[in-house]
């Protein structure tokens, strides 16, 4: 079936409510959390295997770039995961309005950010 | 009635589910992990295998393992749906991820098993 929608993709001139920003990002974060997941595997794997292996794995994480790569992924995973929480709130009723969808939103980037400069802070 | 086609989402219900479910038991492990880390920080090797030694722990990692490639998939099989409009070049990523997921769902395994 064809279809000859208009479609409007200037992402440079495209506003976005605050709502529909946690939404792709929450999407985005979610596809590079997949893209992560080897990498997640073998460091988890490494972490047990050995003494030597742990050790390398704590001497590679303690390359500022290391730590970098980390917090961008773990800010990564808290939006996921506070956006995510929204999502289980709203599918259940919760927030579902206009006014407190927005107040969850601002919620969700608040939270991540904050807990990402926390935990951050501790990595670093 | 929904058209059923084999790179669709189907009645959906069970996907949604799926993805609620894996997401509900990964919160939860999420936080044990967290707290564990919050009382002891900066783990040596001892410590941290010691967190993996018992039966029951690698059970329950390879259980979050497993919710997580689960909701990957969904959350995947989503994206894709949405900008990848072939049928045949989705069959092919489709095909693809769930095959990678399976393989990490065998070398997570080897690795809680493995040591």
Redesign the interface.
């Known amino acids: 079936m064809q279809k000859n929608r208009p479609k409007y993709l200037d992402l440079r001139r495209i506003h976005l409510p605050v709502s529909g920003w946690v939404s792709i990002l929450h ?1 985005v974060t ?2 590079l ?2 893209l992560a ?2 990498l997640l ?1 073998w460091t ?2 490494y ?5 030597e292996t ?2 390398m794995l704590a001497w590679m994480f303690s390359h500022p770039a290391s730590k970098i790569f980390l917090i961008v992924m773990l800010w990564a995973f808290l939006h996921h ?1 506070c956006a ?2 929204r999502h ?1 709130g709203l ?1 259940l009723g919760y927030g579902v309005e206009l006014a407190q969808a927005r107040g969850s939103s601002k919620g969700v980037l608040v939270a991540s950010l904050a807990l990402t400069a926390l935990l951050g802070a ?1 990595i670093w | 009635m929904v058209e059923r086609i084999v790179t669709g989402a189907r009645y959906g219900l069970r996907s949604w589910l799926l993805q ?1 479910l894996s ?2 038991v990964m ?1 939860l492990y ?1 936080l044990f992990i967290a707290a564990w880390l919050l009382q002891h ?1 900066h783990p040596d ?1 001892a410590q ?2 010691g967190l ?1 030694a018992s039966d029951v722990m690698r059970s329950v990692s390879l259980l979050f ?1 497993l919710a ?1 490639f689960g909701h ?1 998939w969904v ?2 099989r989503d ?1 894709v749906m949405d900008y990848v409009k072939p049928a045949g070049a989705r069959l092919a990523i489709h095909a693809t991820v769930i095959v990678l997921l399976m393989l ?1 769902a065998i ?2 395994v ?3 098993w ?2």
Do not use: C, K, M, N
């Open positions: 999407r979610g596809l959390l997949f997941l080897p595997l988890l794997q972490s047990l295997r050995s003494p742990y050790a995961f995510g929480v289980l599918d501790r | 609620r997401a509900a919160a999420t920080p090797y941290w295998t993996f393992l997580v990957a959350g995947v994206v990490y070398w997570s080897q690795i809680l493995g040591f």
